[in-house]
């Protein structure tokens, strides 16, 4: 079993910064790609953020390029996302994603309980 655990959410005024955590931890060979996901209020799907993969080849959804940046500290098992210039449209609950190879090579797709990002205006 593995866990994710975030942290580093908060509320922040328009134009100012957060940095959001996330450490797996449990039964893990090896991790492959590992994401931040958000769900703003009202809206039923989460929406991808930004990615990373093992090798750091990154993507980013459009609305957050430039502002954005994902990292990841792979001897850690953990990823960043540094968000500047935040806007009241990134109000959101966000979501730490990775996909994890187990003991048996078998991968999995794991969630994080989500950390609220609240920008106001």
């Known amino acids: 079993q593995v866990q994710l655990v975030e942290s580093g959410g908060g509320s922040v005024q328009g134009g100012g910064s957060l940095r959001l955590s996330c450490v797996a931890s449990g039964t893990i060979f090896s991790i492959n790609a590992m994401g931040w996901y958000r769900q703003a209020p009202g809206k039923q799907r989460r929406e991808l953020v930004a990615?990373?993969?093992?090798?750091?080849?990154?993507n980013y959804a459009d609305s957050v390029k430039g502002r954005f940046t994902i990292s990841r500290d792979n001897a850690k098992n953990t990823v960043y996302l540094q968000m500047n210039s935040l806007k009241p449209e990134d109000t959101a609950v966000y979501y730490c994603?990775?996909?994890?190879?187990?003991?048996?090579?078998?991968?999995?797709?794991?969630w994080g309980q989500g950390t609220q990002v609240t920008v106001s205006s």
């Open positions: 994603n990775a996909d994890v190879k187990d003991l048996y090579y078998i991968a999995y797709d794991y």
């Open positions: 990615r990373i993969t093992s090798g750091g080849s990154t």
